[in-house]
Structures are given as C-alpha cells and as structure tokens.
C-alpha cells in the first residue's frame, strides 16, 4: 500500500467517523431524552471519537 492509499484511507475513514457522529449524536440524544443541545452533543462525539481513534491524543 502506497502513502496516497494510506493517508486517502484514512481520511476516508475520519470523514466517516465525524459523519456518523454528526447524524446520531443527536438523535440518541433526543431518543434518550438527555438534556443535551445539538452542540453539546456534537462536541463529545468529537471527542469521543478522537480518543477512539487516537487514545496518545490529549490536549
């Protein structure tokens, strides 16, 4: 696998991550009835996901 391959997958595979957390953050929080605005929701999927796909990430 060449480096195009690997960082296109990649890529690929980030957009996917921050897509999917953009469609269902929300809704969970709307089935689970949490008080939680779109926002708060969107900003702990971000997070969520970069400590998954990342765990030596820390700010």
Same mark, same amino acid.
């Given at each position: 696998?060449?480096? /195009?391959?690997?960082?296109?997958?990649?890529?690929? !595979?980030?957009?996917? %991550?921050?897509?999917? +957390?953009? !469609?269902?953050?929300? !809704?969970?929080? %709307?089935?689970?009835?949490?008080?939680? +605005? !779109?926002? /708060?929701?969107?900003?702990?999927?971000?997070?969520?996901? %970069?400590?998954?796909?990342?765990?030596?990430?820390?700010?």
């Amino acid at each position: 696998m060449s480096k /195009d391959n690997a960082s296109e997958l990649l890529s690929t !595979i980030g957009m996917l %991550i921050y897509a999917v +957390s953009l !469609i269902y953050l929300p !809704i969970f929080a %709307i089935l689970f009835k949490r008080p939680l +605005s !779109i926002v /708060d929701a969107l900003e702990r999927g971000m997070f969520f996901n %970069i400590s998954r796909v990342a765990p030596f990430y820390k700010e």
